[in-house]
């Protein structure tokens, strides 16, 4: 079974709905993190969260709020989808190791807003 | 801000070497990482090396640092057109303290 897992893969939406992303891993990691990924623009952070009661903003957190429900679980939502936050969203994971930060990533979660 | 640069695009033939290379900014990054992102796939965490090595060398992958130049190349020995992917640098900044800061991502393709 996968570590970390996104539901759900693929979504189309209209504009103007909400919708929410989710995450689950069994790493046993504190850090979570969501990423989107655009062609030619590599990997943006959107939001990351180091423990249970920590939310921080990432590169480009506007139009996007988060929650971490436990240790487990990170969501993602869209408050009221716009087409230009169509793109390939990434959860991941990292343990908080001093200095030692690898991140693992869920299968993504590909989203169209029409 | 830390930044993490990397060339776009490489093309090889099947059989030769590919030297993906990055360049970071953050002098205290404890840990240097290359993710393979295959098509339809999230990242794999491929290799990583510490800060205080040099070289690494894991079959036919190799890893050099130049901590000097803040400069991290990844070799591939031998290329399949398996190893067709997206191959992203990424540096641990701040000893850790903040996430991962990755590159764009060079967009390996292997010519058979």
């Known amino acids: 079974d996968a570590d970390v897992t996104q539901t759900p893969r693929n979504r189309i939406t209209k504009t103007g709905k909400r919708i929410m992303l989710e995450c689950s891993q069994t790493?046993?990691?504190?850090?979570m993190y969501w990423y989107r990924q655009d062609p030619g623009l590599g990997l943006r952070l959107i939001y990351y969260s180091f423990d249970v009661k920590d939310i921080n903003k990432g590169e480009i957190s506007d139009g996007y709020s988060v929650s971490r429900q436990a240790q487990a679980k990170f969501s993602l939502s869209l408050e009221s989808a716009i087409p230009n936050q169509t793109a390939l969203y990434f959860c991941a994971t990292s343990a908080g190791l001093a200095g030692e930060e690898t991140q693992y990533f869920g299968p993504g979660t590909r989203l169209l807003v029409l | 801000g830390e930044d993490v640069e990397q060339s776009l695009f490489l093309s090889v033939r099947e059989g030769d070497s590919s030297v993906i290379n990055c360049t970071y900014t953050d002098s205290s990054s404890t840990y240097l990482y290359w993710y393979k992102q295959e098509p339809g796939a999230g990242l794999q965490l491929l290799t990583y090396?510490?800060?205080?090595?040099d070289m690494k060398q894991d079959q036919r992958l190799t890893v050099l640092l130049n901590k000097k130049d803040k400069h991290l190349s990844l070799r591939i020995a031998d290329t399949q057109t398996g190893d067709s992917a997206i191959y992203f640098c990424a540096e641990s900044p701040n000893s850790g303290n903040t996430p991962l800061v990755f590159g764009k991502g060079t967009r390996l393709s292997v010519i058979a």
């Open positions: 790493k046993g990691h504190d850090r």
């Open positions: 090396i510490f800060s205080n090595m």
